[in-house]
């Protein structure tokens, strides 16, 4: 498969919004919504299918949710489907699932082989415009959607023939693909059944167990423990983990691999579970160290039942939520939109907080929408945390700055997909949006983004991005302060000062995608000082040993293409701080002078969609 030309998100995108949609779509009778075991509400959109519900039904309620979401980037509905223990779909008729923005599809097995679904579960393009000469059709913005804890026996049967042999997962940002295992056909994490321009731009697999993989036009991709039967093409940055059967990346940058034996620390995402007994629990992985792999019959870890946590609901107060908290109960958030004035705290070692269908918390009033104690064996996961109208200082804060702090390098806190936005429904404003103070943290699958679109766009008077600059603002992503942290697929974009900032001690960041900022107005707008723009990575002046596998910082600097930044990436020059396999890309305007403090050609207008490698900083005599 031939490389693709160089893209642009902003450009590419003819950008549409649908209405927020909160109605839930009609369930079949032998379906179950949000009522878990006759005893727990888990809200209405949450659906339980069991495999006595016929497959039509199934495939019609599933339809008629991608029909509401597929086009609802910006919208306030969020569903979660979960399947019971059995099989669904046979070879006559296939269940072929399609998944649309904030839908979550998991199973409900112990393990991934206890679910099996006959058919498919796929992401396609989206085709933007209705001229049929030019569609439009890319997965460029296919964020915020979850696939986990299932097997998948690919059949096409009814679809075309391209289509037919290929589950297509064509996503971007904040998608995850967790303990998953397809048979009988091939994995393609592009849609090349549309007419094009068909980009993508993602994404993150872990725990998985994979068939031959096509990377097609994917800008960068992380596999984390997990398997794969071969991996074709790559574009800037394909990342392995601790994955059996991944690609040798001694030919680098051509094609671009970074091959990491084993993964150096880990946690797999908790998952709710039905028992034997019919019981619901939730399964918490125990963190690992060096590991390669799925970790499907590992059986350390923690199952909680589903009896110690608080389930949660759009509507709830904090207080409430936050005396549960206290006396010693977990946090389930069911999906939705919560609207957060004060902050959520978790303060107690080993505390769960899991989110289902991708629940949102919304700051209000400058808030902190979720305030982690710097205590060990804390896990959040499967939450997407906003920025208000009111700016906060923080969105997440994980430890107090200058507080007292008890980690644990064998018991980690942990953030599993937990994505941040500034911008994108409705005006954001935060300082910095995740804030880790805390020794001994894991960031596995992060997106930090400061939304380059959105609907703000639309209501923020006439001069569109420009006027996004100085209302939509937000400036630190992500600001490592902890010792000992490290990051397995973090995604920063957009942020108006540094991207990230890492002033801990021996962090370790596996994959790094950034975009700078689209938006600055002028050269003056974008001055770090005497320097030209800020890099998209910076590793603090005092660091003395960090190390990051497979980086990328990107350039498109739509509001003024004369704009240069000095350096992608900023680190201390000392032998203990190492990057490995680096690159910068110019999207179509703007300029990145060098790659890595002075060195490295530029990313200008010559190179448009061609990346400027750095094998290794500092060079490997």
Same mark, same amino acid.
């Not at 031939?2 to 995108?13: C, E, K, L, N, S």
């Not at 995740?434 to 699958?445: F, G, P």
């Given at each position: 498969?031939?490389?693709?030309?160089?893209?642009?998100?902003?450009?590419?995108?003819?950008?549409?919004?649908?209405?927020?949609?909160?109605?839930?779509?009609?369930?079949?009778?032998?379906?179950?919504?949000?009522?878990?075991?006759?005893?727990?509400?888990?809200?209405?959109?949450?659906?339980?299918?069991?495999?006595?519900?016929?497959?039509?039904?199934?495939?019609?309620?599933?339809?008629?949710?991608?029909?509401?979401?597929?086009?609802?980037?910006?919208?306030?509905?969020?569903?979660?489907?979960?399947?019971?223990?059995?099989?669904?779909?046979?070879?006559?008729?296939?269940?072929?699932?399609?998944?649309?923005?904030?839908?979550?599809?998991?199973?409900?097995?112990?393990?991934?082989?206890?679910?099996?679904?006959?058919?498919?579960?796929?992401?396609?393009?989206?085709?933007?415009?209705?001229?049929?000469?030019?569609?439009?059709?890319?997965?460029?913005?296919?964020?915020?959607?979850?696939?986990?804890?299932l097997t998948v026996n690919i059949n096409g049967a009814g679809q075309d023939g391209c289509r037919q042999t290929a589950n297509f997962w064509a996503v971007s940002q904040a998608v995850s693909l967790r303990r998953t295992q397809f048979n009988g056909g091939t994995l393609?994490?592009?849609?090349?059944?549309?007419?094009?321009?068909?980009?993508?731009?993602?994404?993150?697999?872990?725990?998985?167990?994979?068939?031959?993989?096509?990377?097609?036009?994917?800008?960068?991709?992380?596999?984390?423990?997990?398997?794969?039967?071969?991996?074709?093409?790559?574009?800037?940055?394909?990342?392995?983990?601790?994955?059996?059967?991944?690609?040798?990346?001694?030919?680098?940058?051509?094609?671009?691999?970074?091959?990491?034996?084993?993964?150096?620390?880990?946690?797999?995402?908790?998952?709710?579970?039905?028992?034997?007994?019919?019981?619901?629990?939730?399964?918490?992985?125990?963190?690992?160290?060096?590991?390669?792999?799925? @970790?499907?019959?590992?059986?350390?870890?923690?199952?909680?039942?589903?009896?110690?946590?608080?389930?949660?609901?759009?509507?709830?107060?904090?207080?409430?939520?936050?005396?549960?908290?206290?006396?010693?109960?977990?946090?389930?958030?069911?999906?939705?939109?919560?609207?957060?004035?004060?902050?959520?705290?978790?303060?107690?070692?080993?505390?769960?907080?899991?989110?289902?269908?991708?629940?949102?918390?919304?700051?209000?009033?400058?808030?902190?929408?979720?305030?982690?104690?710097?205590?060990?064996?804390?896990?959040?996961?499967?939450?997407?945390?906003?920025?208000?109208?009111?700016? @906060?200082?923080?969105?997440?804060?994980?430890?107090?700055?200058?507080?007292?702090?008890? @980690?644990?390098?064998?018991?980690?806190?942990?953030?599993?997909?937990?994505?941040?936005?500034?911008?994108?429904?409705?005006?954001?404003?935060?300082?910095?949006?995740?804030?880790?103070?805390?020794?001994?943290?894991?960031?596995?699958?992060?997106?930090?983004?400061?939304?380059?679109?959105?609907?703000?766009?639309?209501?923020?008077?006439?001069?569109?991005?420009?006027?996004?600059?100085?209302?939509n603002t937000g400036r630190y992503g992500a600001v490592i302060n902890g010792d000992d942290v490290t990051a397995t697929g973090l995604f920063v974009e957009h942020f108006q000062k540094y991207n990230t900032v890492w002033n801990g001690e021996r962090g370790t960041t596996v994959l790094?995608?950034?975009?700078?900022?689209?938006?600055?107005?002028?050269?003056?707008?974008?001055?770090?000082?005497?320097?030209?723009?800020?890099?998209?990575?910076?590793?603090?002046?005092?660091?003395?040993?960090?190390?990051?596998?497979?980086?990328?910082?990107?350039?498109?600097?739509?509001?003024?293409?004369?704009?240069?930044?000095?350096?992608?990436?900023?680190?201390?020059?000392?032998?203990?701080?190492?990057?490995?396999?680096?690159?910068?890309?110019?999207?179509?305007?703007?300029?990145?002078?060098?790659?890595?403090?002075?060195?490295?050609?530029?990313?200008?207008?010559?190179?448009?969609?061609?990346?400027?490698?750095?094998?290794?900083?500092?060079?490997?005599?």
């Amino acid at each position: 498969m031939t490389r693709p030309r160089p893209i642009r998100r902003a450009a590419a995108v003819a950008l549409t919004f649908g209405l927020a949609l909160t109605v839930s779509p009609a369930l079949p009778a032998s379906a179950h919504t949000g009522w878990v075991a006759g005893t727990q509400n888990l809200g209405p959109n949450v659906t339980v299918f069991d495999p006595s519900t016929p497959v039509a039904e199934i495939q019609a309620t599933l339809d008629a949710t991608y029909a509401k979401q597929v086009d609802n980037e910006m919208g306030t509905a969020r569903y979660a489907y979960l399947f019971k223990p059995g099989t669904y779909g046979t070879a006559e008729q296939p269940l072929q699932i399609k998944v649309g923005y904030y839908t979550e599809i998991s199973g409900l097995g112990a393990k991934p082989g206890d679910v099996v679904i006959n058919g498919k579960v796929e992401a396609y393009n989206r085709c933007l415009s209705s001229d049929p000469a030019n569609p439009n059709c890319i997965a460029l913005v296919n964020f915020w959607r979850t696939l986990s804890n299932l097997t998948v026996n690919i059949n096409g049967a009814g679809q075309d023939g391209c289509r037919q042999t290929a589950n297509f997962w064509a996503v971007s940002q904040a998608v995850s693909l967790r303990r998953t295992q397809f048979n009988g056909g091939t994995l393609s994490l592009m849609d090349y059944c549309t007419a094009g321009p068909q980009y993508a731009s993602g994404g993150f697999i872990a725990d998985s167990k994979l068939p031959a993989t096509t990377n097609g036009s994917q800008q960068q991709w992380l596999t984390r423990n997990s398997e794969v039967a071969s991996w074709s093409n790559a574009v800037w940055n394909q990342v392995f983990s601790g994955v059996t059967g991944a690609p040798d990346d001694a030919a680098f940058p051509d094609p671009p691999y970074t091959t990491l034996d084993k993964t150096p620390v880990s946690r797999e995402k908790p998952f709710l579970f039905v028992d034997a007994k019919g019981k619901y629990q939730v399964r918490v992985p125990a963190a690992k160290r060096n590991t390669a792999g799925s @970790s499907w019959d590992d059986t350390s870890g923690r199952t909680l039942p589903l009896s110690d946590f608080y389930v949660a609901k759009p509507g709830d107060s904090v207080q409430k939520i936050n005396l549960a908290l206290a006396v010693g109960k977990h946090l389930l958030l069911t999906p939705g939109v919560y609207d957060i004035a004060r902050s959520i705290e978790v303060r107690r070692p080993n505390t769960v907080v899991l989110g289902l269908g991708h629940a949102t918390l919304t700051a209000v009033n400058g808030s902190i929408p979720l305030d982690v104690a710097g205590v060990p064996g804390v896990v959040v996961a499967g939450v997407t945390i906003d920025a208000g109208l009111k700016e @906060s200082p923080v969105l997440l804060r994980v430890g107090k700055k200058h507080g007292l702090q008890f @980690s644990s390098a064998a018991n980690p806190t942990t953030l599993n997909d937990v994505y941040f936005r500034v911008g994108g429904p409705h005006i954001g404003k935060a300082d910095i949006a995740l804030e880790v103070n805390s020794d001994n943290v894991l960031i596995d699958h992060t997106w930090v983004w400061r939304g380059d679109h959105g609907v703000e766009g639309f209501t923020n008077g006439v001069n569109g991005d420009t006027d996004r600059w100085r209302t939509n603002t937000g400036r630190y992503g992500a600001v490592i302060n902890g010792d000992d942290v490290t990051a397995t697929g973090l995604f920063v974009e957009h942020f108006q000062k540094y991207n990230t900032v890492w002033n801990g001690e021996r962090g370790t960041t596996v994959l790094y995608q950034n975009e700078l900022p689209y938006d600055p107005p002028t050269q003056a707008d974008w001055m770090n000082g005497s320097v030209e723009g800020y890099a998209g990575y910076k590793v603090g002046n005092k660091v003395k040993k960090h190390q990051l596998y497979g980086g990328g910082v990107y350039v498109f600097n739509q509001n003024n293409p004369s704009i240069h930044t000095e350096n992608g990436f900023e680190v201390p020059q000392t032998p203990g701080v190492k990057l490995h396999h680096i690159m910068t890309v110019n999207l179509s305007a703007g300029t990145i002078d060098h790659v890595v403090n002075g060195v490295g050609e530029a990313a200008d207008m010559t190179k448009v969609g061609q990346p400027v490698f750095v094998t290794d900083y500092p060079a490997v005599p």
